[in-house]
């Protein structure tokens, strides 16, 4: 549905993007993860056709973003950063604005505004301008402006920055709706936790380019920092284990231990066949495997320690 | 190259739909019309009534405070039109620094709608701000000669010069960095009506601003109004005038849709 080949983007010497190659498939969440200044909502503006590439080719929906602009803006729907809404015109009015610029006519316009309101719990405030909407309903509003078109790809820029937990709740839960539709969505977060929720596979920006892509799971098992934890009943049974696994280290808490591990079995049978053997005996064992924190702060950090 | 056909462009549609907005923006935020309308109101009462004796003594066959509110109006007509304008220009730039611009860029929709729904929108405030000036003005003895037809023909000259001037503060508003420099660059229209024959003759200038002020576009675009209102000789002043229109519209069109499309 979206393929990016080579892409490349600068603002005079400051290079922000440096050949980017993402794909995303039909009917699927793919999110883009950066830091603040990644490039992510560079990217977004290139594939919504606001931005012209400096190289590379860049499809959207069939359609090349710089030869067809048209056919790709007829496709898409883009809720931005920064909601997109006319704050001195009341939801329903914005919502019927869309509608006409869609070419719906008066009757069709009055009843998809009326659903989409509804579908977004914004029928209370229909009436009122949205210069008086919180955060969260402005996010909504915007987001439902979006879907007035029926756009067959939406591109969501950081849809969930600035909201509360509940907002952002509801915002995730609207996405998985969405998604049940059939729709493409292209997101771009730097909450690792939403990519992490939502997404089917997930590209790490940094530095202007893809650092890592895959699903959480496959960016997770890459990373080191997955441990195996074990806690015991007492100071003895602890120092009996540490004399055993020299590669093992205090936990926070004083009665428990942290070794390395990918979590696979073969490692888990070799572990404990070694406490085994010495008769320490283990209370609790647990399993981390490394969240997406970890392989996010690894990645970037791996590329500024090569630079 | 893709052979599915895309949805047709609606540019009519989409420039009434813009009109809409904008219409209901400014019933929204009167404040804003009401300055606009404010400011020629507070001139014409200046100029008539503090200055209006000692500058009517000074008209060719003299006529006080009487005669000098009839030589102002038109002047302070056309200032109204300015000051809509300007208003235009600020309502261009505070838009543009709005998300919904940036939604309507990645619509397919008529581009330029997004402007000619502004310049619509501006041209029916100018006829507004017009007609209330024009009332004020008669009722501080302002005593137009003109009968329906010279009224019908003022009515229009008036909207194609709004018309003209709102193409190019859309512009002006573009091209502008801030809100507040949209707010200054167009001031220079509404100074040069002071340059030009409009509140006082132009022989009672020194050589090089009546130089100035005879080649200048609100010279003729006064004469003009003047001429239909007040019965006052018009001669080539309509169509230097139009000329002047005509070309400043198609200069603010240009450079609006230029710098729309430009990136941002």
Redesign the interface.
Known sequence: MISVTGLRKSFGDHVVLDGVDLEVRRGTVFSLLGANGAGKTTTVKIL?????ADAGEVRVA??DVA??P??V??A???T?Q????????TGE?NLR?MA??H?LGKAEGRQRAGRLLEQFDLTDAAKK?ASTYSGGMQRRLDLA??LV?NPQVIFLDEPTTGLDPRGRRDMWQIVRDLVADGVTIFLTTQYLEEADELADRIAVLGHGRVIAEGTAEELKRRIPGGHVRLRFADHERLDAALRVLSDASRDNDALALRVPSDGSLHELKNLISRLDDHTVEVDELSVHTPDLDDVFLALTSQKVATR | ??T?T??RL?PI??SA?ML??NL??ML??PSMTITLIAMPVVFLLLFVYVLGGTLGAGLPGGGGRAAYANYVAPAIILMTVMSTVQGTAISVAMDMT???I????????ARVSVLTGHVLGSVLQAVFAVTVVTGVALLVGFRPTAGPLEWLATAGFLVAVAFAFVWLCVALGLASKTVEGASNTPLPLILLPFLGSGFVPTDSMPAAIRWFAEYQPFTPIIETVRGLLMGTPIGNSAWLALAWCAAIALTGYLWSKRLFNR??
């Open positions: 919504s056709t606001l931005l012209s069939g359609h030869r067809e048209d056919a803006r007829a898409i729907g883009v931005g920064f909601s997109a809404v006319d704050k001195l015109l009015e604005l006409d610029l070419q301008p402006m979006t078109g | 190259m893709s599915q895309l949805p609606h549609h989409d739909t809409r907005r209901k923006r929204r935020y709005e998300g919904i940036a939604r309507f860029r990645t619509m397919h929709i990136e941002s």
